[in-house]
């Protein structure tokens, strides 16, 4: 649920003052409304009770508030064509009928209330069975425009997967993609998409993520050509895209776009957690069609890959699942197709464009030739968006492969490129709860443990992506049963954790940031509170020995605060090194091993094992062995996990 | 007040003024093509240009509205649909730049698939199209460095010049 959203076009400057000049210009004279046709529809749609419809409560985005009425989730004053419209449905369908028979312009567009308003005034027509005699239909050039340019055949869900280095982008994105008439599978870039993300100032600070979870921008929808998301995504943040074609029916598809064409001129308070991208697309769905629930199956916060599962559980809804793979992704896949040799002449080339005259390179195949500058052209172009200060130098030396590549003339093979992670609607769900039982020192205990969000490495990774831990918020509660205590064994605020296996091509950097607080045996104390903040960076490296192992190191800090220590807190850093290794498709551990030494506070060091192991079930369940071991205190615990 | 100018504000008069008419208006070139368009792609430094998008694309510069509901009148676009359809052109190769080159030396793609449907190219002779950017790579790309309407208007003259595309295409 991305933060930043890119818009349209940089022609803001222009148009924006178009729309001041439209405003100025007069509505034409209004005619005298049809009173007594007036008063018949209002009592007509009060008699049919349409305020207290589900349909006019989606058109209005109408949530029941704490003092059992109504509040719109809208926040721009103009939705509204009642004074007491954001939180009385029968005033604003009193007023939206009324302003139907008016001319005026009405709302941030500044349109007339049936243009502005399409939606609303296409169920009312249908709804109250508006005679055109008594209340003429007015013509919505714009609108027709509007829809004649997007030339719309289908609706395509789009799902960016996880990007860890930007807070706003960890647990993905989604959006719209309006497939276009006579599209082709090669022209889909052409598809405007509608994009809701929030207004987020370049000045916003660091704290905008923060402001974000509170609700403190402004969030907008927005049009931007498929082709600008596809750049953003595959080639700039290289997260891999995936496309789920969706079965609205041409009636349902018109709703849709009615109702966008409504909200395009609106604004929403964004809530980061809740109230994002991903909730704002669902709603889109509920107007189009009424007897989707969608929505209200999201209370705290709403993650862009459960909304993408709910989609795809409702029968019917989803035709097609199609995968676009990151730019990185593409190399990767590529280069596994490369004999050693190859390999070797790959990487020469990347250095110097000129080994093409190699005599090892001239003798290939010419197809191999033009696939070895293909995947050269592609790691170049990689580098010159990740490694941005010698960017230039990067563009050069892709221009002079893509000159040899041009000169061999054939057309590059279309190769398919399989994900390394599958389609997200087959991941687990976000929030996870087990229940486990163990032995810590000479003692037993039962544990209960829940976590609000999201995926850490022991997971089952399908569905995710590779490497990436994002946990938000765990509790775990533990009854020892001879020390006859229960307490608050462990609590996790974030712990995030990236593994980037590098290479001879790949060099990005590992990190880990933990906060949190778990229960330690120190000095005389059996089981104490201990408060942790730790972060460290390092470095991956993957094999495939078994089946893919990851091996990782890490340099640390951490600050840890207890009653348990003498001085109540200690400072410190040292060192972690792992192994993450998938045995089969099932069943995953994972080994590290830490020594740290506190030279600040409390005087100390500490030596850490771990060992986990994780066998999936089923695609929401998963147990779980456990064994931590800190100086003279182990810890052993068997888990059963559900994910929700 | 150039010829062009007195001609639209006459024709706003004679039609009512719609909004999209008054839209047009507040663009200073009334002359033919796409008012936006004209600004962007006249004597323009390429590079400068698409900083300017990406910039304000990763900046988030989300202004209400502005970016819906757009169509060739809210863009300024003036005499109908092929001056959208030449802005939109121009727009695609300005952005796409980097993956066109690609695209062009690797003689195809789907970048490449959707500027030649843009540019009125068939389908069933898009192979045909694709050849010959690959083997005018070169060229166009030196255009292209220039400013994108430089490099489509080497892929116009190239398809007008070439022996099967110039009889298929809808120039």
Redesign the interface.
């Given at each position: 649920m991305t933060?930043?959203?890119?818009?349209?076009?940089?022609?803001?400057g222009?148009?924006?003052?178009?729309?001041v000049?439209?405003v100025t210009?007069s509505a034409?004279a209004t005619p005298i409304p049809d009173h007594s046709y007036l008063s018949e529809l209002i009592q007509r749609a009060s008699q049919t009770k349409l305020a207290e419809s589900r349909e006019w409560h989606l058109l209005l985005h109408y949530r029941k508030n704490v003092f059992g009425g109504y509040t719109s989730e809208a926040d721009d004053p103009q939705f509204f064509l009642s004074p007491t419209g954001r939180t009385d449905p029968q005033a604003e369908l009193d007023g939206t009928i009324n302003a139907f028979f008016s001319t005026e312009h009405v709302g941030?567009?500044?349109?007339p209330a049936q243009c502005a308003f399409i939606a609303r005034y296409y169920w009312l027509k249908s709804e109250l069975q508006i005679d055109d005699l008594k209340l003429p239909a007015q013509t919505c050039?714009?609108?027709d425009?509007?829809i004649?340019?997007l030339n719309a055949d289908s609706i395509t869900l789009i799902f960016a997967s996880a990007f860890l280095s930007n807070p706003a982008s960890m647990f993905g994105h989604t959006f719209l993609r309006i497939d276009q008439k006579g599209q082709?599978?090669?022209?889909?870039?052409?598809a405007?998409t509608i994009n809701y993300?929030?207004?987020?100032p370049?000045d916003a600070g660091v704290w905008y993520p923060i402001k974000g979870i509170f609700g403190g921008f402004k969030g907008?929808?927005?049009?931007?050509p498929y082709?600008?998301k596809v750049?953003?995504y595959r080639?700039i943040e290289n997260r891999d895209i995936w496309e789920y074609r969706l079965n609205f029916s041409e009636h349902q598809l018109r709703r849709l776009l009615e109702h966008a064409?409504e909200l395009?001129?609106t604004?929403f308070d964004y809530f980061f957690l809740k109230e994002n991208c991903s909730y704002h697309i669902l709603s889109l769905f509920e107007y189009a069609d009424p007897t989707l629930h969608l929505t209200d199956r999201f209370h705290a916060w709403t993650v862009p890959a459960d909304t993408v599962r709910l989609v795809v559980a409702q029968p019917g809804l989803v035709k097609e699942t199609m995968y676009r793979p990151s730019r990185r992704t593409v190399i990767q896949r590529k280069r596994e197709r490369l004999s050693v040799e190859e390999h070797q002449l790959f990487v020469d080339i990347t250095e110097q464009v000129g080994s093409t005259k190699q005599e090892a390179f001239v003798r290939l195949p010419i197809q191999r030739q033009?696939f070895l500058l293909?995947v050269t052209?592609d790691y170049l172009?990689y580098q010159s968006e990740t490694d941005k200060s010698h960017a230039s130098v990067y563009k050069e030396q892709?221009?002079a492969v893509?000159?040899a590549?041009?000169a061999l003339?054939?057309?590059?093979e279309?190769l398919k490129i399989d994900p390394f992670s599958k389609q997200p609607d087959l991941g687990h769900g976000t929030s996870r709860a087990s229940v486990g039982a163990g032995w810590r020192n000479n003692d037993t205990f039962e544990e209960l443990a829940i976590r609000a969000a999201y995926h850490d490495l022991l997971d089952p990774e399908i569905g995710h992506t590779q490497d990436a831990q994002v946990e938000i918020a765990s509790v775990s509660v533990r009854h020892y049963n001879r020390a006859d205590q229960t307490r608050v064994e462990q609590v996790t605020l974030v712990n995030m954790m990236l593994l980037s296996p590098m290479d001879s091509l790949f060099h990005g950097l590992s990190w880990k940031i933990n906060a949190g607080m778990n229960t330690i045996r120190f000095g005389r104390c059996q089981l104490c509170s201990n408060g942790v903040l730790n972060g460290g960076i390092g470095a991956a490296k993957e094999s495939h020995w078994l089946k893919r192992e990851v091996v990782f190191a890490f340099a640390e800090a951490e600050a840890d605060y207890s009653r348990a220590y003498q001085e109540d807190y200690r400072v410190g850093g040292g060192g972690t090194g792992g192994m993450l290794a998938d045995v089969s498709d099932h069943w995953k551990i994972m080994a590290t091993g830490s020594y740290l030494k506190y030279p600040l506070g409390e005087k100390s060091d500490d030596i850490r094992w771990f060992v986990g192991s994780r066998y999936t079930l089923m695609q929401n369940w998963a147990v779980r062995l456990e064994y931590n071991h800190r100086d003279r205190d182990n810890d052993v615990v068997f888990s059963v996990q559900a994910f929700f | 007040m150039r010829k062009g100018h007195i001609v639209a504000l006459v024709a706003m008069a004679i039609l009512g003024a719609q909004p999209s008419m008054v839209l047009a208006a507040g663009i200073a070139d009334m002359g033919p093509g796409c008012g936006l368009g004209k600004e962007l792609w006249r004597d323009q430094n390429t590079d400068a240009w698409g900083k300017q998008v990406l910039i304000s694309t990763t900046n988030n510069t989300v202004l209400p509205f502005q970016a819906f509901g757009i169509t060739s009148q809210t863009m300024g676009c003036k005499n109908g649909g092929k001056f959208w359809v030449e802005y939109k052109t121009n727009m695609f190769a300005q952005l796409n730049f980097e993956n066109l080159s690609q695209e062009m030396a690797q003689g195809q793609g789907e970048h490449l698939a959707s500027l030649a449907t843009l540019m009125g190219v068939p389908t069933e002779h898009q192979a045909e199209f694709f050849a010959m950017t690959q083997e005018k790579y070169t060229t166009l790309v030196e255009a292209g460095e220039a400013s994108p309407v430089a490099m489509i208007k080497a892929l116009n003259n190239a398809v007008a010049t070439h022996p099967v595309l110039a009889e298929v295409s809808a120039q």
């Open positions: 933060i930043w959203g890119p818009f349209l076009f940089s022609g803001v222009v148009t924006v003052p178009l729309f000049l439209a210009q034409s941030s567009s500044k349109q050039e714009r609108f425009q509007w004649a340019e082709t599978e090669q022209t889909r870039l052409l405007y993300a929030a207004d987020v370049a907008y929808f927005s049009t931007p082709y600008l750049q953003e080639d064409w395009g001129s604004y033009a293909d052209s172009r892709n221009r893509l000159a590549r041009s003339r054939i057309p590059s279309d | -």
